[in-house]
């Protein structure tokens, strides 16, 4: 593989982007769903990528299945960008994850297993993502709690193998009554190929569980406000 400096490459390849929409007026496609009873899953790409996005939720079980890729047509050169998500028990509302009264300091955790393989090419870029995400009530509603996120990121290789994800998430606004959080995995890869080239693409599932791999499954993590925070 041809060795690139990846913050000189990020930016022409997003510059690439740029021009290649411009110029070829293509149409970027964005695709939502919820799959009952509790995970949300999203695309987003561009007219020569794709992206799949499905989740499986169940009392006790969560699996996330996410796939991006870019593919150029034969003896066309380009630039593309291929997202997908899934959030489970997430927006519109954090319904059914354990929520704790408020506190300065919250503990959160979540093991999951990630089962996948990233595979950027020669002049490209991507990752799977994993995090634990905050959400706070205040005022009547539910908000998402954009402070010390608690993450994992996956760059390329291939992966089969157990996690903890773990923090403390300190909460600075008083008036927050009470906070909750959902697990939250993602791909995103975004690069350049051609006819001659290996063109980028990343696959995965992500199960999040309890009480050893593969058996108790939890698609909500373990929060906690302890004593004397």
Not at 18 to 35: C, F, P
Not at 146 to 173: A, K, M, P, Q, R
Not at 177 to 190: D, R
């Amino acid at each position: 593989m041809i060795q690139i400096n990846i913050k000189i490459l990020k930016p022409l390849l997003m510059l690439l982007l740029v021009l290649l929409t411009i110029t070829t007026a293509l149409v970027i496609v964005s695709a939502y769903k919820r799959a009952p009873p509790y995970a949300n899953a999203r695309v987003d790409y561009l007219a020569y990528e794709n992206a799949v996005a499905d989740a499986k939720a169940e009392p006790g079980y969560g699996r996330a299945y996410l796939y991006s890729y870019i593919s150029i047509p034969p003896g066309i050169g380009g630039a593309g960008l291929a997202t997908s998500e899934v959030e489970f028990n997430g927006d519109p509302v954090p319904g059914n994850s354990p929520v704790v009264s408020y506190l300065p300091y919250v503990y959160e955790e979540s093991y999951f297993h990630l089962k996948g393989t990233v595979d950027l090419g020669d002049y490209s870029f991507g990752y799977i993502w994993i995090e634990i995400k905050t959400y706070v009530y205040k005022n009547g509603n539910w908000e998402l709690y954009y402070s010390n996120e608690i993450h994992e990121v996956f760059y390329e290789g291939t992966y089969n193998e157990g996690h903890l994800l773990s923090g403390y998430v300190e909460i600075s606004d008083t008036s927050v009554e009470k906070v909750t959080a959902t697990p939250f995995v993602s791909t995103e890869v975004y690069g350049y190929c051609s006819e001659n080239e290996v063109c980028p693409w990343i696959q995965g599932v992500a199960d999040f569980y309890t009480n050893g791999y593969p058996y108790n499954y939890v698609y909500v993590p373990y929060i906690e406000a302890p004593i004397g925070a």
